[in-house]
T-cell receptor, first 120, second 112 residues
């Protein structure tokens, strides 16, 4: 099956620093990737849709300047948490959209293994 | 309340028993998917059922979809300790592009 690699798996940083998380589709091209945030024992909250070659689409309430998304190639999207603060500590997960044929019924999402961000 | 609500929130069973989790949603959907997540890990896609399908099987998994009730169920038969994980349903709505909306999840614990 399709593989999505997310790196790093865990990062601890000081308040005020920026952290970059990478999401790569290893064996397929993904024009669309998604970034989620997950709190302990909670569901995934969609933060933004990353579109290759264009600006990301952010969900309501997500700060664009805080969470910078870049999707410069068909296999890589990055999420940069700028000037991180303790409240940004969370589990961040990316997913890549894999199309196996025409139509939305042939779309599947494959997820990275997540990044646990801890801001001190 | 949110699209993709699940119940129960937590389920604890013995190995060999069946586990049933339910999911309800609010809008018209293109398909509904079930995912599994081990603690601190990413999500693994389990099964997808399209809006024109009523039941689907994959190994020990059985998924049903009732679009009139806007609900789905995931049945895991002959559960194993390794099935212990969180299970999420996710819906692809007709009007949401390719964005999935996730339910709150069910934490399944299978005791050996």
């Amino acid at each position: 099956g399709a593989v999505v690699s997310q790196h790093p798996s865990r990062v601890i940083c000081k308040s005020g620093t920026s952290v970059k998380i990478e999401c790569r589709s290893l064996d397929f091209q993904a024009t669309t990737m998604f970034w989620y945030r997950q709190f302990p024992k909670k569901s995934l909250m969609l933060m933004a849709t990353s579109n290759e070659g264009s600006k990301a689409t952010y969900e309501q309430g997500v700060e664009k300047d805080k969470f910078l998304i870049n999707h410069a190639s068909l296999t890589l999207s990055t999420l940069t948490v700028t000037s991180a603060h303790p409240e940004d500590s969370s589990f961040y997960i990316c997913s890549a959209l894999h199309r196996t044929g025409r139509g939305r019924t042939n779309e599947k999402l494959f997820f990275g293994s997540g990044t646990q961000l801890s801001v001190l | 309340s949110q699209q993709g609500e699940e119940d129960p929130q937590a389920l604890s069973i013995q190995e060999g028993e069946n586990a049933t989790m339910n999911c309800s949603y609010k809008t018209s959907i293109n398909n509904l998917q079930w995912y599994r997540q081990n603690s601190g890990r990413g999500l693994v896609h389990l099964i997808l059922i399209r809006s024109n399908e009523r039941e689907k099987h994959s190994g020990r998994l059985r998924v049903t979809l009732d679009t009139s009730k806007k609900s789905s169920s995931l049945l895991i038969t002959a559960s194993r300790a390794a099935d212990t994980a969180s299970y999420f349903c996710a819906t692809l709505a007709e009007t949401s592009g390719s964005r999935l909306t996730f339910g709150e999840g069910t934490q399944l614990t299978v005791n050996p």
